[in-house]
């Protein structure tokens, strides 16, 4: 149904000039942006990507650096609209989920010896073909590549290099391709600019010294690292953004919103309760909607879909002022309630959905089986009614800070519900959350809890990062970074055809995906990655061979914010890695229960998911098992423990976990 609906307004926004036409409230241009293409790829602007030429000096960033694209650099869509680059230019580096873009006429993977996705460990061997270098620390960081599968034209294929966890916050890193080789084993020579600019050192006056001088120090630091400039065919450097960078919008608004509140519940009325019977529902007692009172941080009173994060002068997010934005919710109430107070938490949707979910039948099992009242409010930014934004974006780039920007306010939207749950005049001062002798159907004296699955997994870590009230929360076939999971997912299927449409060249869509993430690290997990566990306990749960969130972004995910791995994960000879699930530490029988951050892979039989940069499509992958972790007994067994002792238990004995298949 949701595929019928989205291809629906697939044909609407093509068909609409409106929606292409350039953003009204399109902010001005950086007016010092670095200039021209790189002359090390000068036939491809941004390539390599990411990449330090396309940034500038900035004493004012905690990088040192800014980045610096001219709308004249990014790729424009088949409108030949400019993309306008302000909201890039507000990072001071690159995301730190960045996947590495460059393009290497003939190249073969195979023959070169690149690590591929069932080999991470490769990519540290001594003698790779590609080195990641972390200058700030001398690491070599591990990584996967890969060519783009969906490219038709060898000419315009890219080499994609993904992290296997992501880059540190704010710091510097050095890329080397050497010794690549062709189909035939033959060693592919660099381009001239490139041996040019690797070679001796060019007269004052060469146009290529200039290149040579920037480039230097990260040639220096891959020397000192053991990489030689001979046999290089191609090495850059990049800076990646800063902790504030990434997560400065969502805390300055947030905190900004917390400072007002102060110590008051949130502004909230409830508008409708019904008492279910029975014979209407065994496990929910009563349905609660209501609406929170938010202050207004996006640039259009109300802050309908499409509207951006309103921002003084320097770019820093402020109060609309008189705006409020009124979020709409849902709560279910399990019977359970009812003969003691239940465990109060926030849950969040899927892609594009709508707090209408809460009410969906495993989210009522595990109220009624372990006494959670869900309360869920729409992810607005990534909810039903931003779909028309959404589709527009990719249509025009120029359109899609909307997404990210309108996410925080809905992230905001969440966290004034949460405190609304949990506070002593809030929610539960209401008739509508007490029995009928008075009694309060909520225990708001072990803090707030947080479930979500999918897209509500994805964007759930960076709720959980920001949350002052939240202390654990469990994302439900989950990873991060869309700039990763796109290519991987099948539900992107009706919006590739508006990239098609948007971007018919393969290389140009590897760019802009790269490029959306940049931003979106301010609305999605990737961007809080790092510090999601220095005050938050969270739960991973993985469906093996997720038809819509790839596994692999799940295991950088695990990699990054130190999940630990409950083994045994997969049986024997399941995963085609050559050291399953490499680099993630497990928990043993030993260390259980365990208290910390974990994932959990529940294997419902389907079929192992691609190894290139591709959805698992068709029949050869059978049944996509992306629903079936939330509906096992089990799961919620752990994810119900998890969320009110923080210990991460063993359900599922001396076996790998699984699920039954859901229909």
């Known amino acids: 149904m949701r595929q019928r609906m989205l291809v629906g307004l697939l044909a609407a926004v093509l068909g609409a000039a409106a929606l292409l036409a350039p953003p009204a409230h399109a902010a001005p241009a950086d007016p010092s942006p670095a200039r021209g293409c790189d002359p090390l790829a000068p036939a491809e602007c941004l390539l390599p990507f990411p990449n330090d030429w396309y940034t500038r000096p900035d004493p004012r960033t905690d990088t040192g650096r800014r980045v610096a694209f001219d709308a004249s650099v990014l790729p424009r869509p088949a409108t030949g609209q400019a993309v306008d680059p302000a909201a890039w230019n507000r990072s001071d580096g690159f995301s730190p989920g960045s996947t590495l873009i460059a393009r290497v006429p003939g190249l073969d993977l195979a023959r070169t010896g690149a690590a591929p996705l069932t080999d991470i460990g490769r990519s540290l061997d001594r003698d790779a073909p590609i080195v990641l270098l972390d200058t700030t620390t001398g690491e070599r960081w591990p990584y996967w590549a890969e060519p783009d599968s969906n490219a038709t034209d060898p000419a315009r294929r890219a080499l994609l290099i993904h992290p296997a966890r992501n880059f540190h916050d704010g710091h510097h890193y050095a890329v080397a391709l050497r010794h690549l080789k062709d189909g035939t084993g033959r060693t592919i020579p660099a381009a001239a600019p490139f041996a040019a600019v690797a070679g001796k050192r060019l007269p004052a006056h060469d146009p290529l010294r200039a290149r040579q001088d920037r480039l230097r120090p990260a040639l220096s630091a891959l020397r000192r690292a053991g990489v030689s400039r001979r046999g290089l065919n191609l090495a850059w450097d990049f800076t990646v953004a800063s902790t504030r960078s990434l997560t400065g919008d969502l805390f300055t608004i947030r905190d900004d919103a917390f400072r007002r509140l102060g110590d008051r519940a949130p502004a909230f009325e409830v508008t409708g309760v019904t008492d279910l019977t029975r014979e209407q529902d065994t496990r929910i007692a009563r349905e609660v909607t209501g609406e929170i009172t938010v202050p207004g941080y996006l640039d259009a009173p109300g802050g309908p879909p499409g509207t951006l994060l309103n921002r003084d002068r320097n770019g820093t997010p402020r109060a609309l002022p008189g705006s409020t934005v009124t979020a709409a919710f849902r709560c279910e109430i399990p019977r359970a309630a009812f003969r003691e107070p239940s465990h109060p938490s926030l849950y969040g949707h899927g892609l594009l959905g709508s707090r209408n979910e809460v009410g969906a039948g495993n989210v009522r099992d595990m109220a009624a089986e372990h006494d959670f009242t869900f309360c869920a409010t729409d992810w607005i930014g990534m909810a039903k009614e931003d779909i028309p934004v959404v589709l527009a974006a990719l249509a025009d780039p120029g359109r899609f800070p909307a997404v990210p920007e309108r996410s925080e306010q809905g992230m905001l939207n969440a966290l004034f519900l949460g405190r609304a749950l949990i506070h002593p005049r809030g929610l539960t001062t209401e008739p509508a959350f007490r029995t009928a002798d008075g009694r309060p159907l909520l225990d708001t004296r072990h803090g707030l809890a947080y479930d979500g699955n999918s897209q509500g997994g994805i964007l759930g870590g960076a709720l959980v990062a920001a949350s002052p009230d939240i202390r654990r929360g469990v994302l439900g076939v989950t990873a991060m970074n869309y700039g990763l999971l796109l290519d991987r997912s099948a539900d992107f299927a009706p919006f590739q055809q508006v990239l098609n449409a948007s971007y018919p060249d393969k290389l140009h869509q590897q760019l802009v995906l790269q490029l959306f993430q940049m931003v979106w690290d301010r609305g999605e997990t990737n961007g809080y990655a790092h510090h999601l566990t220095d005050h938050h306990q969270v739960l991973m749960h993985i469906a093996y061979g997720d038809h819509q969130v790839a596994n692999a972004a799940a295991d950088v995910e695990a990699r990054t914010i130190g999940a630990r791995l409950l083994t045994p994960a997969l049986a024997a000879g399941r995963s085609p890695d050559a050291v399953p699930y490499w680099g993630i530490r497990t928990i043993g029988p030993r260390r259980l229960p365990y208290r910390g951050s974990a994932m959990t892979?529940?294997?419902?039989?389907?079929?192992?998911?691609?190894?290139?940069?591709?959805?698992?499509?068709?029949?050869?992958?059978?049944?996509?098992?992306?629903?079936?972790?939330?509906?096992?007994?089990?799961?919620?067994?752990?994810?119900?423990?998890?969320?009110?002792?923080?210990?991460?238990?063993?359900?599922?004995?001396?076996?790998?976990?699984?699920?039954?298949?859901t229909s």
């Not at 389907?606 to 079936?628: C, K, R």
């Not at 919620?636 to 210990?647: E, M």
Request: glycine letters at 8%; proline letters at 18%; hydrophobic letters at 25%.
């Open 601 to 661: 892979v529940w294997d419902s039989g389907t079929p192992t998911p691609p190894v290139t940069n591709t959805p698992p499509a068709g029949p050869a992958y059978g049944h996509d098992p992306h629903e079936d972790p939330r509906n096992s007994p089990a799961a919620r067994q752990q994810k119900a423990t998890f969320l009110t002792t923080g210990l991460v238990i063993n359900v599922c004995g001396t076996t790998p976990c699984t699920a039954t298949p």
